[in-house]
């Protein structure tokens, strides 16, 4: 019995009291629990039928995530009206499976139902989200038809439609419509923003933020979140700063896009203001944290070198997901620490649920921390694993891991052949692992009979390292006249080394470094010391007992 305003036992109520009377249970319930004894009582009383009212019913099963109840409903419909067609179009289109909303338009046209802009609203989004462009375009001629093309909601979902289309033409048809909008609402702003950040165009995304009349966190998080992903991670933090000054909450989207911006630039104070205010903030509030967010955390940390506390905030998460697993052995493997990452992974296979399941990205960052530690024997027993344990097809990344981890191991025949034997073409990337691996033991030979492999393939903008690493081969190899060659070639394809850059955070101040740059006001005081430092281990490498004098001593 319903606890709000039930309906008595064996009461006489007339037909039309009792509907509005369930109608208006329909507008206050809040429970599940609720939702199905209304329901039960309109089949009772013989109102399966009524459109009004069914509305309601599936707008409230497809509101609270019960989507199968509404699909249930409204299959024994037997004329659905459009409004009806509308709420049943927009649950799938909002649903994992949005591209069904589409199917259940062709049903509507069969059925001679005439649509309206909430039917080419909902639709168009189903499109959009199964990336249904095509179809969005047939959509888009048949507002044009019908004369749907002013309605804000139809042209906002046009604008997002192309939009996600990603690429300069999408965008470009985005554009247009927009453009034609006469009212436009800050979600067709927003879409016209995440789609120039998507083709990379974040000049043009900062036109459009800038001419925004009205922002909300979406706007705010959509331009942090496109710099980040576009390698401006100095911009994005900058566009954070400023959400921060104008006083927006933060969300969780773009606290996870500013932690990917300090994890780029090794900002380690503000990603640990993140971490503070999440623990203050939203865990005091006792909301659901998403587990992107504390992947985050643990990237950010590893990436500034804090890899105790990234292995903190891995320990407490309460959730973990096939990311934060390999998260975790990635930022092992990258400090070094190849036993540990491997013990994470051992553990990772022991928990035995799809949650912990590796992958094939998992198995590139075991591989890696194979590699960086000298496993041998263990890195080519989880490549069989993969293979035939998980039965995951190898990759050419997961060669180039291997390939990587038995060039550095001196194994530089089996690399080869490793390569020779590959399903796929190897790319430059294989090639020049095995090439780092003649430099390191002096194999001139064997980088002989690369160096043509690698320089067909080669990319100009991409050549420059590779070809350094050919000469570096060679000089190792004192083979002099063989660098002089691989040197005419970079100048023949106009390619030079790129400086090397680094930058180190102290007291909250970011300083960058270019290999060759003067202007750093503190510029020959940083030559001083490292000279300094490169004297100290010159005497260090000299000492027949290194590690146990100590480095200033001399």
């Known amino acids: 019995m319903l606890v709000e305003e039930p309906i008595p036992a064996n009461s006489v109520i007339p037909s039309r009291a009792l509907q509005q009377h369930l109608f208006h249970l329909l507008q206050i319930c809040k429970t599940l629990k609720n939702i199905s004894q209304i329901h039960t009582q309109i089949l009772i009383n013989g109102f399966s039928q009524k459109n009004y009212i069914l509305v309601k019913l599936l707008s409230f099963y497809i509101a609270s995530g019960n989507l199968q109840h509404a699909q249930n409903v409204f299959k024994n419909i037997k004329n659905p009206s459009v409004t009806v067609w509308n709420q049943i179009i927009r649950g799938h289109a909002r649903s994992e ?6 199917i259940l338009f062709n049903q509507m046209r069969v059925a001679k139902v005439e649509p309206n802009g909430f039917t080419y609203s909902f639709l168009l989004s189903g499109c959009a989200r199964s990336g249904l462009l095509r179809e969005g375009e047939q959509v888009h001629g048949r507002v044009l038809v019908t004369g749907y093309c002013s309605n804000v909601f139809v042209q906002t979902n046009l604008v997002n439609l192309y939009a996600m289309a990603g690429a300069h033409s999408g965008v470009g048809y985005a554009r247009r419509v927009f453009d034609d909008m006469g009212d436009r609402n800050v979600v067709c702003w927003n879409s016209m923003l995440a789609g120039y950040m998507r083709c990379g165009n974040v000049d043009e995304a900062r036109r459009v933020f800038d001419e925004m009349m009205e922002r909300n966190v979406i706007s705010w998080t959509t331009m942090i979140a496109g710099y980040a992903r576009n390698g401006k991670g100095r911009q994005a933090l900058n566009m954070f700063d400023e959400m921060r000054r104008a006083r927006v909450e933060l969300d969780q989207v773009a606290l996870v896009a500013a932690l990917s911006a300090c994890a780029e630039l090794g900002d380690l104070r ?12 939203l865990s005091g509030e006792n909301r659901s944290l998403l587990v992107s967010l504390y992947n985050a955390l643990i990237h950010m940390y590893a990436s500034c070198g804090v890899i105790e506390e990234a292995y903190e905030v891995f320990r407490w998460m309460p959730h973990r997901s096939k990311v934060s697993w390999t998260t975790m052995i990635s930022a092992f493997a990258k400090q070094g620490y190849g036993q ?9 296979q022991s928990m035995g649920t799809e949650e912990a399941r590796p992958d094939e990205i998992t198995f590139i960052e075991v591989l890696s921390a194979c590699s960086h530690a000298g496993l041998v024997d263990e890195g080519r027993q989880f490549f069989i694993d993969m293979i035939h344990s998980w039965g995951i097809k190898p990759r050419m990344e997961h060669y180039g891991c291997v390939v990587d981890l038995l060039s550095r191991a001196g194994l530089l025949d089996e690399a080869h052949d490793l390569i020779e034997n590959m399903p796929m073409k190897p790319d430059v990337a294989i090639w020049g692992a095995l090439l780092g691996g003649c430099r ?26 590779y070809l350094m690493l050919l000469a570096n081969a060679y000089a190792t190899a004192k083979r ?18 790129p400086a090397g850059r680094s930058w180190v955070q102290i007291n909250g101040v970011v300083h960058d470094f270019v290999a060759g740059d003067t202007t750093h006001k503190h510029a020959s005081s940083i030559s001083e010391m490292l000279g300094k430092i490169s004297r100290q281990v010159k005497c260090v490498s000299n000492s027949p007992d290194t590690w146990n004098d100590n480095i200033f001593s001399c």
Request: glycine share 4%; aromatic share 6%.
């Open 340 to 348: 540990e990452a491997l013990a994470i992974f051992q553990l990772m």
């Open 440 to 465: 390191i033991h002096k194999n001139a030979e064997l980088a002989s009979r690369v160096a043509p492999k690698l320089v067909a393939e080669l990319d100009p903008d991409q050549a420059a390292g």
């Open 480 to 497: 002099w006249q063989d660098v002089a060659t691989v040197k005419q070639k970079m100048v023949e394809m106009g390619v030079k080394k």
């Open 97 to 102: 499976s949005p591209q069904k909303s589409v």
């Open 270 to 281: 503000l990603g640990r203001w993140i971490h503070s205010y999440i623990r203050e903030r």
